[in-house]
């Protein structure tokens, strides 16, 4: 008579080393882990804010007529300009003290204030913190920054939370991001953590 061996399962010591390992490699990736998520508010922040400049100044290229990028405090009617504000408006017309009006919907009579587009600091970016060299951008029906500064705009995104930034004599995990708008009214992003040399560098 035939007899099959019987199955054999984990032993416990088995189990315990299988945990132990796995263990040790989720207590190893989780430090790289947390970089990653930190950096990505950084990014999604940054990303977020280029592309509102970038509306702003193809919208005044498109209409012909001044456009402003603003960072405020709050997108509520009681809204003030901030150098530190993660919250950002596009419209024609200033929006301070107005920014919960609808943006503007070209089909129908136009408000007042004629915001086009914003965005809120609560959209996936909790850890961002933006410092910018000024809190408006105005641009011309050329593209250009109205009036002239005296030197390219800065918009500085960091993650304190994360940690401090990565430079070009300091390394770290963590990854600051800058916008840059030139005076022609140029935008581009870039990595402080490479020199001015590189195509990533600021």
Known sequence: MLTLPANRGFSLIELMVAVAVFAI??????????????NTQIRTEAEAMQNGVQLARGEAVRTNTNVRFQLVDTLTNGCVLSTTGKNWVVSMD????????????????????????????????RNAVVT???STIVFN???RVTPVPGANITIDITNPTG????????????????????????????????????????
């Open 94 to 125: 200033d929006p301070t003290s107005a920014c919960a009006t609808t943006p503007w919907d070209q089909v129908s009579a136009p408000p007042a204030v004629r915001i086009l587009q914003w965005r809120s600091s609560i959209d996936g970016t």
């Open 163 to 202: 940690g401090t930034c990565a430079t070009t004599s300091t390394p770290s995990p963590i990854h600051c991001l800058r916008i840059v708008v030139s005076t022609g009214g140029q935008v581009r992003m870039c990595d402080i953590a490479y020199p001015s040399t590189d195509p990533q560098g600021c």
């Open 132 to 134: 910018a060299s000024q």
């Open 25 to 38: 490699l989720i207590f190893a990736a989780l430090p790289g882990f947390m970089s990653w998520i930190q």
């Open 141 to 143: 029906g050329l593209g």
